[in-house]
């Protein structure tokens, strides 16, 4: 029997590889898409015509509604949210609405159209912040350090509430940082890594950044969709933290991506204030051992192959754009 999946945020990167796992594993697969003036399809370009679109906004709630009746979905992932971190200090209401209340609408939209269907709520990372254990666990005390985060620890527990006020099948997910060649290049990761390929190719002299001494677990998207993926299969639903066990520093990230393309990151990275957070976060390490013993999750990329990974594309995707 097919299982429907409806998936929000679907353009993102998680989104797009999370719909081409579940169209693997044979499923119909709906997204939930913004209107904008200009369609931004780039993540999913090559399975478009596999994914039944639905217009929706999770600030309203009408459409949310829609949305579950029209894809009768078995499995909802929200992943949609205003997800840098950054943006949330020039625009914490919208963040608050939309990273935050959001998830309140597409709750309550499953609760009342398809209650049975299981319910996956993007967490994240930033909910710990300034961090009280090191490393980081399910049971973790929250100490956000940005509206975004303070957003995400709102859908978190407005997650967990419905789960134990109406018995819904609703779990989170608290992701690390996760990157691939899909990543927005205002993404610290993305940024490197697509400035090492400009400077590579004549195209940019110089990078600007913050704080090089932030250490973060960076692993692949495509490694932790397959976790969300997992948690809806399980028999009781449950919160689980999906990270590598390992922190590096922004330095280091710098220095893989410089060195892969046989560049000297010294040569070009200039230190800008204007790049620093106003409460930054210094140190965040999850401890995923609760995902590898119930789930039966497991990485594949490392660190090294992720950023190696990520200056490929963009040194592919810059060639081809500047017939270089």
């Not at 070009?268 to 790049?275: E, G, H, K, L, M």
Request: net charge negative.
């Amino acid at each position: 029997m097919t299982k429907n999946a409806l998936i929000t945020g679907i353009t993102g990167q998680d989104g797009s590889y999370l719909a081409e796992l579940l169209l693997e594993k044979g499923y119909k697969v709906y997204g939930l898409r913004r209107r904008t003036s200009v369609p931004i399809l780039e993540n999913i370009e090559h399975i478009k015509n596999e994914i039944e679109f639905i217009d929706g906004d999770l600030l309203d709630q009408g459409s949310l509604i829609n949305a579950v009746r029209i894809s009768n979905p078995d499995e909802v992932y929200n992943l949609a949210a205003q997800s840098f971190v950054g943006t949330s200090w020039d625009q914490p209401v919208l963040t608050g609405q939309v990273t935050g209340i959001g998830v309140t609408n597409m709750l309550e939209a499953v609760r009342l159209t398809k209650p049975e269907a299981r319910f996956y709520q993007a967490s994240s990372s930033e909910m710990f912040g300034k961090v009280v254990e090191t490393p980081q666990v399910e049971t973790t005390p929250f100490y956000p350090r940005s509206p975004y985060g303070v957003a995400k620890v709102y859908g978190h527990w407005i997650t967990v509430n419905y789960r134990e006020s109406f018995d819904m099948f609703a779990c989170s997910g608290i992701l690390f940082n996760h990157e691939s060649p899909r990543r927005g290049v205002e993404f610290v990761t993305r940024k490197v890594t697509d400035a090492v390929a400009r400077i590579k190719l004549g195209l940019q002299t110089e990078l600007r950044m913050g704080n090089l001494d932030s250490k973060r677990d960076w692993g692949f998207a495509g490694d932790y969709v397959k976790a969300m993926w997992l948690m809806l299969q399980q028999d009781k639903p449950d919160d689980f933290v999906i990270s590598t066990g390992e922190t590096h520093t922004v330095e280091e990230l710098v220095e893989i991506a410089f060195s892969h393309a046989d560049l000297n990151w010294r040569d070009y990275v200039v230190i800008d204030p204007r790049f620093v957070r106003p409460a930054e976060v210094d140190l965040l390490l999850g401890d995923c051992t609760k995902a590898k013993q119930q789930l039966g999750w497991k990485l594949e990329v490392s660190f090294d192959q992720l950023v190696k990974m990520m200056v490929d594309s963009d040194m592919k995707k810059i060639s081809l754009a500047n017939r270089i």
